[in-house]
């Protein structure tokens, strides 16, 4: 009587554990769904440390040297319609607003667009990765986000109320006022190149560094990761920023990741960018996959130290030789 009960046992167990299975693959591929035309303003996020070995290629815990992060600095400046906006800067050497005063160097600038989470915080492991290189790096919000959430509304919320494709772009030429506003006001500060100018952007960050590039404000060169990844699914935002590639004139490299929400804007963007005639000037690049989730692939990479440490050398050299920063 043993004998059956013991099989009865294992084959429950066997079924339960298949059962748990396929609910993980389950969940994967729900993460893997590119049904969202709205993201849910966490497009960068937080992300919890790796410990130990991971199956998930290329995620792992900071090292004592990336966590040694650069002192932010908290600053206002004038927006578009009366608005007061506000940003992180990262000066190299500089801890206090009094050191920034004394500050008499003229250093490049790398200014960042963030995404559509609702509290960008200046992501300081990108900002370490150029203020170690002698480089300003500005990152301002837009109104509705993070320190500038009292200057309006978010634009997130605008979308999902609005429920319109045309509205979405609007909105995005919209919130680029900010963006144009944080570039005039950065070329501004006497510790700024103004010759030596750069601009990168993640997701919607990336939409605003597309939308930047075609105004053509004085900036060197430009590197969009992962832009509309997750609303690739909106025509007329597709459009727009096909547009917009086809116009801009300075040199544009545009990254993703295997594994992020939509690889569309690679597939379409990318050869725009190659037509132009010179692929050291104006390219893309896909890398293999990050992560085990697509917000991994998306933001993590972009932003993460361990995505970071994947595409440091292709765009600092980039930068260097291209953009002459």
């Given at each position: 009587m043993k004998r059956p009960a013991t099989v009865i046992a294992l084959l429950v167990v066997s079924i339960f554990g298949l059962s748990l299975?396929?609910?993980?693959?389950?969940?994967?591929?729900?993460?893997?769904?590119?049904?969202?035309?709205?993201?849910?303003?966490?497009?960068?996020?937080?992300?919890e440390p790796v410990a130990g070995p991971t199956p998930c290629p290329g995620l792992r815990?900071?090292?004592?040297?990336?966590n040694d992060?650069?002192?932010?600095?908290?600053?206002?400046?004038?927006?578009?319609?009366?608005?007061t906006l506000h940003g992180h800067l990262y000066v190299?050497?500089?801890?206090?607003?009094?050191?920034?005063?004394?500050?008499?160097?003229k250093f490049p600038v790398m200014i960042y667009n963030h995404g559509s989470e609702a509290d960008p915080k200046g992501v300081p492991h990108l900002a370490k990765l150029y203020v170690d290189r002698s480089f300003v790096f500005f990152a301002p919000d837009?109104?509705?986000?993070?320190?500038?959430?009292?200057?309006?509304?978010?634009?997130?919320?605008?979308?999902?109320?609005?429920?319109?494709?045309?509205?979405?772009?609007?909105?995005?030429?919209?919130?680029?006022?900010d963006v144009i506003a944080a570039v005039k006001w950065i070329k501004e500060q006497r510790y700024t190149d103004i010759d030596h100018l750069a601009m990168t952007g993640i997701s919607y960050g990336g939409i605003q560094t597309l939308l930047t590039a075609e105004k053509d404000p004085g900036i060197r060169v430009y590197l969009p990761f992962t832009p509309a990844a997750q609303s690739w699914g909106n025509v007329a935002l597709q459009q727009r920023l096909i547009t917009a590639v086809r116009h801009e004139k300075a040199p544009m490299f545009l990254?993703?990741?295997?594994?992020?929400?939509?690889?569309?804007?690679?597939?379409?963007?990318?050869?725009?960018?190659?037509?132009?005639?010179?692929?050291?000037?104006?390219?893309?690049?896909?890398?293999?996959?990050?992560g085990c989730t697509n917000q991994e692939a998306h933001g993590r990479f972009a932003s993460g130290c361990d995505g970071i440490a994947i595409w440091e050398d292709d765009v600092l050299n980039f930068l260097n030789q291209v953009g002459e920063l």
């Open positions: 299975v396929y609910a993980a693959k389950s969940n994967l591929r729900a993460h893997m769904s590119d049904s969202q035309p709205v993201p849910s303003g966490n497009s960068i996020g937080d992300y815990e900071c090292t004592a040297t990336e992060l650069p002192v932010q600095l908290q600053v206002a400046f004038p927006g578009p319609n009366n608005m190299p050497g500089v801890r206090t607003m009094a050191e920034l005063t004394a500050v008499r160097r837009r109104h509705g986000q993070g320190l500038s959430k009292d200057a309006g509304p978010y634009i997130a919320d605008l979308q999902r109320a609005a429920h319109d494709p045309e509205a979405a772009v609007k909105l995005h030429e919209l919130y680029n006022l990254i993703q990741a295997t594994g992020d929400y939509n690889l569309g804007p690679s597939e379409t963007l990318g050869p725009i960018l190659r037509q132009k005639g010179n692929v050291q000037k104006w390219t893309n690049k896909i890398y293999p996959q990050f």
